[in-house]
């Protein structure tokens, strides 16, 4: 028995042996090896450099699947080591992009690694325009106008660049930059003379030239309008009319069509916009004007004031005016301030002067003010808090379209009656009246800011040197959308 068993067993496994062979698993033949230190990298909202660390035994290529993403032309990128830039994020949210590595040889052979970049945490700033087609520049000037308050106020002067006390169109002169070594943020002046029966006058020239070395600066350019009434052909003040019942149809004529005084108004507006369509700076873009059209409209003293025209009748000629600049003229580089009157303290209708005659929110950018307070700075305080208050309800960027005191002597005049009350006011600038040019005449005393030989020289510099003063030097560029800005 025993005998039996072992055979059996020895058939067994002989059997066994003459079966199938045990598999035998084979050698890889692709040895490639292709791995990142990380393969998920995060970085900042802002411009940002990163590498990616490669381990591999191959040369491969890479496809950046972003248009955000761009290699860093500053460093030089090895095997071991890619750099790339993430371009800054605007938006307020996060976006992702994918980095792939291929086998130069074999594009199926890829890994990937996931770039994620932060939202942008600046809130945008929108803010509303009056012409939604206005050009790039404009549209930059009109969010820096409000942006700029932040840092302080733009100091500006009317015909600064044009003349001064003791001269005259002499290029590159200034009665500010005289005095402090710096020209105005702001320079203001007159388009009447462009626009109505004065338009042949050999000033004009001046005008543009004075307007483009300001403009090539970086400066604001600030424009009122002292218009001759298209009626009677006098001047912009109804005291100096002979007729002054005929020189207060003037607005009522505008309004009504067919008549010889709206065509002649229209053929005004023509000048003013082939002017503005055809002032180009140095790169050929147009170049922004704030444009304040019939200023002072609270006081009686012009065609367009309270004694020419209802309130209605005003806000009706002001709105008639953009539309045709605008929408008829193709006029893409003004924004259109409001200015009334503020000399005085109103003693709790501040606001409602401020808003007196309001065209209507979709027809203002700027919201000025005239304010001839002399050495009153209770007025100018009150006046100042109202404007400030106004600007930030209304999301509009406000300033001082005109102040000074004529004639001036005070020592202390910028320090004790400017920066003293503007304090850290919200407001983009404060511009004094001009500085009329007298030559030898000393009995003249049209004047409203510093020249040299003035008392208030030394005052005047130390406004200067104040950090809230803004002079051209301090201006940020004016002409480009800053950042976290939008305008609708």
């Known amino acids: 028995m025993h005998t039996l068993l072992a055979l059996l067993a020895f058939s067994g496994a002989l059997l066994s042996s003459c079966g199938k062979p045990t ?12 791995s990142f230190a990380k393969d998920q990298i995060d970085v900042d909202y802002g411009e940002t450099g990163f590498s990616v660390e490669v381990d591999a035994n191959f040369s491969y290529r890479v496809d950046i699947q972003a248009d955000w993403v761009v290699p860093d032309p500053d460093r030089t990128s090895t095997a071991a080591n890619q750099y790339f830039i993430a371009r800054k994020n605007e938006a307020a949210s996060p976006r992702t992009a994918t980095i792939r590595f291929a086998d130069q040889n074999d594009r199926y052979y890829a890994k990937e690694v996931k770039v994620t970049q932060a939202a942008n945490p600046v809130e945008k700033v929108t803010l509303t325009i009056v012409d939604k087609d206005a050009t790039p520049e404009t549209k930059a000037l009109f969010a820096n106008l409000w942006a700029v308050a932040e840092k302080g106020w733009m100091f500006g002067h009317h015909d600064d660049l044009w003349y001064g006390r003791y001269w005259y169109d002499e290029a590159g002169n200034s009665d500010t930059k005289a005095v402090c070594g710096d020209y105005p943020a702001v320079f203001s ?8 029966d004065r338009h042949d006058s050999a000033s004009n020239a ?5 307007i483009l070395e300001a403009r090539e600066r970086g400066e604001v350019i600030l424009a009122c309008m002292h218009l001759n009434n298209p009626k009677t052909g006098g001047s912009s003040w109804l005291e100096y009319e002979g007729d002054k019942e005929a020189a207060k149809k003037a607005v009522t004529e505008i309004l009504t069509e067919g008549t010889a005084t709206r065509a002649k108004f229209l053929q005004w507006l023509d000048r003013c916009a082939d002017f503005a369509l055809n002032l180009r700076d140095a790169r050929g873009n147009l170049v922004p004007v704030i444009f304040r059209p019939f200023h002072e409209h609270t006081q009686s003293w012009s065609w367009w004031g309270t004694a020419c025209a209802s309130d209605s009748q005003f806000v009706a000629l002001w709105q008639f005016t953009v539309k045709y600049l605008r929408d008829t003229k193709g006029v893409h580089n003004f924004l259109y301030a409001v200015s009334p009157q503020m000399d005085e303290d109103y003693q709790g209708n501040t606001t409602g002067r401020l808003l007196f005659r309001w065209p209507g929110d979709g027809w203002v950018d700027f919201i000025g003010m005239d304010c001839y307070h002399g050495t009153n700075n209770k007025a ?15 999301r509009k960027p406000c300033g001082v379209t005109e102040d000074g005191k004529e004639s001036f002597t005070e020592a202390n005049f910028w320090s004790q009656y400017l920066v003293g009350p503007l304090g850290a006011k919200r407001i983009s600038l404060v511009t004094m009246w001009r500085n009329k040019y007298v030559g030898s005449n000393e009995s003249d005393k049209h004047y409203y800011s510093v020249y040299p030989g003035h008392p208030s020289e030394d005052d005047f510099r130390k406004m200067y040197a104040d950090p809230r003063s803004l002079f051209s030097r301090d201006l940020p ?5 800053p950042e976290g800005y939008e305008i609708k």
């Not at 598999?23 to 292709?34: A, K, N, S, Y």
């Not at 100018?380 to 209304?394: I, P, R, V, Y």
């Not at 560029?477 to 959308?481: H, I, K, S």
């Open 23 to 34: 598999p035998v698993e084979p050698v890889p033949t692709d040895t490639r090896h292709l």
């Open 189 to 196: 002046v007159d388009f009447a003379e462009i626009m109505d």
């Open 206 to 210: 001046i005008r543009r030239r004075v």
């Open 380 to 394: 100018f305080e009150s006046n100042l808090e109202a404007l400030e208050a106004l600007s930030q309800e209304k």
């Open 477 to 481: 560029d004016m002409y480009t959308l």
